[in-house]
């Protein structure tokens, strides 16, 4: 079983800042990639940035330059820093990573439960 857990969520005013956490736990052997998606209500769930071991990290058009991902690989935790935050940044964060249990374990995709950001004054 893998656990991700989140952290970091909360009410903040239009051009704040919120850093958000999440750490894998469990049977891992390997993470591939992990990342950041949210979902806004009535909207669908987006990427909003991903770094995959060893590669390049791809964010949404909508937040470059404003927010950053990053791993901590020896704790198996992502982190997503926000800046300059939007009432259209408003919504449920969800960390996702791709986590492979076991040397011949199979390559699946984990999430956490979710963690609400609110941007609004």
């Known amino acids: 079983q893998v656990q991700l857990v989140e952290s970091g969520g909360g009410l903040v005013q239009p051009g704040g800042s919120l850093r958000l956490s999440c750490a894998a736990s469990g049977s891992i052997f390997s993470i591939y990639t992990m990342g950041w998606y949210r979902q806004a209500p009535g909207k669908q769930r987006e990427l909003v940035a991903a770094?995959?071991?060893?590669?390049?990290?791809n964010y949404a058009d909508s937040v470059k330059g404003r927010f950053t991902i990053s791993r901590d690989n020896a704790k198996n935790t992502v982190y997503l820093q926000m800046n300059s935050l939007k009432p259209e940044d408003t919504a449920v964060y969800y960390c996702?990573?791709?986590?492979?249990?076991?040397?011949?374990?199979?390559?699946?995709?984990?999430w956490g439960q979710g963690t609400q950001v609110t941007v609004s004054s």
């Open positions: 770094m995959p071991t060893g590669g390049s990290t």
């Open positions: 996702n990573a791709r986590i492979k249990t076991g040397y011949f374990g199979p390559i699946d995709d984990y």
